[in-house]
């Protein structure tokens, strides 16, 4: 049904050929898997353990379902893009469909996905080298720590002109994070709460559901499958863009079996318990301070390409090019753009030091609605809801109706517990 080659004849007006959309494509398929996967994989795995904690094991069914949601809508933005013609932007969707508001509309919500998305990264790097500092005795600064490692960041996203460039940060992006996350799966099932031992917990409860909690671990969940925002720059650079449904799947594939591996382990060990992130209950050993690091390192290195996705769609709106600019004029306009973001991004960090409960926000207010409402609504608007097969058109207002789900119910309990780590920190 999602086919980019061929489409059921209820849908097949909405299905050109991205080989005719003229763009510059020197990117192979692996490395634009590597870049999918490295975006996505990573931070949001350490607080899937917490989602449970939340929802219960059926939480486990909201990852499965998020990691098909993914695959779906990824198709219908390059699907729609391809419709439209044009710049393979993630604003060109907004602007095929709705004009010059849905651009708009569109680049504010991918603007507060990277900013809170690298703003978190920044909260996660800087407080895991902080602790790890004070657990060597050395005395630390997490402010020092997240300025640090916002430059490092800032540092890959100059140097990045294009997506296809990000090949090698994409492979030790991807190697950390899953070394990382893989780490802390293996520690917390050797060391869940049972009670007793050197340092005792309270024994781990586990619950089978918790509708309460779903609609908050549905937009961490979301936040955890954010690529939808560098998807057309991902798909841009590719040789070969007849081959993004099968690189998407396999991409979100390997993400959604991770995901699943990591959560379910947290929240068998820890339970009622589980922390966000998850590497909080892991007992101090060398096996933890590895975890820390690797996953440190692999937020420094994907922040530059989400940041490098979003600094592509302002330039090219602002025409932002050698062309229009020379070579060193475009060179510093660029760095001076980038530069501005990432102070931005950095004053998030520091102002709103909670990294589960940024994740939770930004999930519900933006990803959620990119990841499932924008996709779904601009193919329907551009392809026309009745040249739509019944089964496509059902899957549509399905995943529509669990965007605003998760948006409305999602922020509420987001804000609801950022209001409450925020009182408790005042009174410690």
Known sequence: MLSRQTSSSGD?????????VPTQRTGSSGGAMLNLVCVVIGTGALNLAHTLQQSGWLGLLLVGVSGAVSVFTG???????????????????????????????????????????????????????DRLARAGGHGSSETAWKIGCAA????????????????????????TSLSAVLIGAMQALRHPYRGSGPAPH????????????????????SFAYCAVA???????????????TTVLGLAMGIVTAVYLLVAAAGYWAFGDQTAAPFLDNLPPGAATSAARILISLHVILAAPIMATSFALEIEAALGLTQ???????????????????????????LAVPFFGDVMALVGAFSTSLLLCVVPVVCYIRICGWRTLSWPMLIACLAVFALGIYTCVLGAKGAIEDLRKDIAARGRQ
Not at 84 to 110: E, S
Request: proline share 2%; charged share 15%.
């Open 152 to 175: 490092a960041m800032w540092a890959g996203c100059i140097g990045l002109r294009h997506m296809s460039d990000a090949v090698a940060l994409a492979l030790l992006g991807s190697a």
């Open 75 to 129: 198709v219908l933005v390059i699907r729609s893009l391809d419709q439209a013609g044009g710049a393979r932007r993630l604003g060109q969707l907004g602007q095929a469909a709705f004009g010059l508001a849905g651009r708009i509309a569109v680049h504010v919500l991918h603007c507060v996905v990277v900013v809170g998305s690298v703003g978190d990264y920044i909260i996660l790097a800087g407080q895991s080298f």
């Open 12 to 20: 097949k007006d909405c299905s050109t050929r991205a080989e005719d």
């Open 202 to 221: 309270a024994p781990a409860y586990h619950r089978l559901w918790n509708g309460a909690g779903a609609a908050v671990a549905l937009a961490t969940i």
């Open 323 to 349: 062309e229009r600019w020379g070579k060193w004029r475009e060179l510093a306009l660029r760095v001076a753009l980038r530069s501005l973001f990432f102070v931005a991004m950095t004053a998030i960090a």
């Open 230 to 244: 560098v998807m057309p720059a991902v798909e841009a650079s590719m040789r070969r863009p007849g081959h993004w």
